[in-house]
């Protein structure tokens, strides 16, 4: 199954990567020519150009006839598809639109969050009335729960194996844990490992892929990386070290934060270290098919066998920025001193917004053409996800999550209790630690080395960073989104993972959600973004990526709806009409001349 998600995600990866990288050539294309237009317009009188953009009838009520008065006096027949960019407007024609600085980042709008607590439904790993006192983390003491609404740890007395022996006829049954300290037991003693070291050890407790699991990728890539920077062989024994130290690190069973439930995980940046080097030697029982009755076929892979498995130059850049992680994570002068929590929301239904008759106005927007994790540091950062928490990130896959789990590696420990996500759900991580730096995208990717990660921590030692990872839906046909009920869907899935709970939080920092590889109109999804963030009363900062026509199109778009104090009950008509205008048309509607023109119509009614 894991195969299955990163074969769909690669194929439509690749069309959103070559769509990133057209648009980035035509974003530079289409800026020199709007430098130069702009330049011939400076010289010589007021230029009566006119966009030969289509202007689609629409109104609030109802679809309209064929043809209306676009801005600039001309009539522009609907069918027309808009072949040039939309006439470049300066940043002071969009006054609505904010600045950065005044949406609200961690830490100055963090409330004080008080002593670290737990609940029957907020799990804490280490002991809280040692946290308290200051005392230090020290994992929680508790008992091994072999259930099936807690992670089965390798460590634990009901994970067994069959072993030949040599002693008795028949195999016999031994603790797995044994079979695994052994092992990894005698990496960590050699002060040098190569990859059949490493191979050769987790076969032994994973005898039944014997002939499915290959490490080609770990291999080539040892090789490939010179031999100035490879500190593999030294590293290895580290690792192993490292992931035969959870029954120390890890006492308390962990819960699984399953479907149509809010619950949280507290736990600390070494048990995290601790785990992630168990998932690196593929130790966790049971993780390793998802085949459709498969205990764990709800859950994303843990168990590291696919990364290591089939070779591309993907793989080199991934593993770059994952061996960095361990190599961090197991040096002897490194103090990971925090905490992370892992937040499930479910959105009740009665909880859900009634989008038509909602009177909530625009939110606050800022926009550019940056990337959310550098403009939008101390903001709620959007994973535009995959349902199976990390998507490809063990796999093939490199877009926008991928890369956020890579350069947050402490991100993929969500896999192993995470159940896939179901329509009203999100996950919201706060406390992830930055290691890497990266470029590029997709094919381009590449691993740019160290980062150190400078952001404050809260009361519960948390750095202040706060990820929301919320699944778009994945649209084959790009017409499939224009159905009232899926941008409903979308509305409802932004909205639980933008909705605050009570202390003042972080406004968003998001972008193209769901428009790479799920293949979603990008003005559409900005649309819903910015209606779900109003109803959740949050400002929102949009990063287009480079994508320079789309941030003039929001900019405009948003101006318009704040003058007219457009509400989220009178998009949510406007888009339903929208939808309706978009099935039946053998053309490409472009919404934002859509809004433009139907805010014109009513006006004129009025
Ligand atoms: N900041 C802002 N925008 C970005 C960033 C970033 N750091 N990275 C990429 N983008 C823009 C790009 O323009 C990209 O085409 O967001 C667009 C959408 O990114 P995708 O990752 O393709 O997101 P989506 O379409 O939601 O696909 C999600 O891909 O990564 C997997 O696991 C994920 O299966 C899920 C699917």
């Given amino acids: 199954m894991a195969g299955h998600h990163n074969n769909r995600n690669d194929s439509s990866q690749m069309s959103a990567i070559l769509q990133h990288e057209d648009l980035c050539k035509n974003c530079k294309k289409e800026k020199i020519e709007q430098e130069k237009e702009q330049n011939s317009k400076d010289v ?95 994992p929680l003491k508790g008992r091994d729960l072999w259930h099936s609404n807690f992670v089965k740890m390798p460590c634990s007395s009901h994970s067994v194996t069959i072993v030949k022996s040599p002693v008795f006829k028949n195999p016999t049954q031994t603790s797995r844990w044994e079979v695994i300290s052994k092992n990894l037991g005698s990496l960590a003693k050699k002060t040098s490992v190569d990859v059949d070291d490493v191979a050769e050890a987790i076969m032994k407790y994973n005898q039944k892929y014997k002939d499915k699991w290959s490490f080609d990728a770990l291999a080539s890539f040892v090789k490939a990386v010179p031999k100035t920077e490879n500190y593999f062989d030294k590293l290895f024994p580290k690792i192993a070290a490292l992931a035969l130290k959870l029954p120390d690190y890890v006492q308390k069973a962990i819960p699984l934060l399953q479907r149509g439930h809010t619950s949280s995980i507290t736990l600390s940046q070494v048990q995290i270290s601790c785990l992630l080097a168990n998932a690196f030697f593929c130790t966790f029982p049971h993780r390793n098919t998802s085949t459709p009755n498969s205990e764990y076929h709800n859950y994303p892979t843990i168990n590291f066998s696919s990364l290591f498995g089939i070779w591309s130059d993907r793989k080199k850049e991934k593993l770059r920025a994952i061996m960095h992680y361990f190599k961090v994570v197991t040096d002897e002068h490194t103090k990971l001193r925090g905490l992370v929590t892992f937040e499930r929301r479910y959105l009740r239904d009665t909880d859900k917004p009634d989008w038509k008759s909602s009177k909530s106005t625009m939110p606050k927007l800022f926009v550019s053409c940056g990337d959310i994790e550098t403009e939008g540091e101390g903001m709620l950062q959007v994973d535009f996800a995959s349902s199976w928490i990390g998507g490809g990130v063990l796999g093939s896959g490199l877009v926008q999550e991928e890369i956020l789990f890579l350069m947050n590696p402490e991100l993929i420990v969500s896999r192993l209790f995470t159940e896939k996500l179901g329509d009203n759900e999100c996950l919201i991580i706060t406390g992830s630690q930055q290691f890497s730096g990266y470029c590029g995208f997709g094919d381009t990717f590449e691993w740019a080395g160290p980062r150190d990660d400078h952001h404050r921590r809260d009361d519960w030692d948390r750095l202040q960073r706060q990820i929301l990872a919320i699944d778009a839906l994945h649209f084959k046909h790009r017409r499939d989104q224009y159905t009232l009920n899926n941008v409903t869907r979308e509305l409802d899935k932004a909205y639980c993972g933008f909705k605050s709970h009570g202390h003042s939080e972080p406004d968003i920092a998001t972008g193209k959600w769901g428009c790479g590889a799920f293949n979603g109109d990008p003005q559409l999804k900005a649309v819903i973004q910015l209606m779900a963030a109003a109803k959740a009363n949050r400002g929102v900062a949009f990063f287009t990526f480079r994508d320079e026509h789309l941030k003039q199109g929001l900019e405009q778009t948003y101006n318009l709806l704040v003058a007219e104090g457009i509400t989220v009950g009178k998009l949510y008509g406007l888009l339903k009409n929208f939808c309706a205008e978009q099935r039946s048309d053998g053309f490409h509607l472009d919404l934002f001349e859509f809004i433009k023109n139907s805010v014109r119509c009513s006006r004129s009614l009025l």
């Fill in 44 to 138: 010589t009188s007021e230029a009566s150009s006119s966009s030969s953009s289509s202007f689609p009838s629409s109104s609030f009520s109802s679809s309209s006839t064929s043809s209306r008065p676009s801005g600039n006096g001309d009539v522009r027949d609907r069918h027309v598809e808009r072949d040039e960019p939309v006439p470049t407007q300066r940043q002071d024609d969009a006054p609505s639109c904010c600045q950065l600085d005044d949406l609200k980042r961690l830490p100055q709008c963090q409330s004080k969050l008080g002593r670290l607590t737990f609940s029957g439904s907020h799990t804490v790993l280490i002991d809280v009335l040692a946290f308290n006192q200051r005392a230090g983390l020290r």
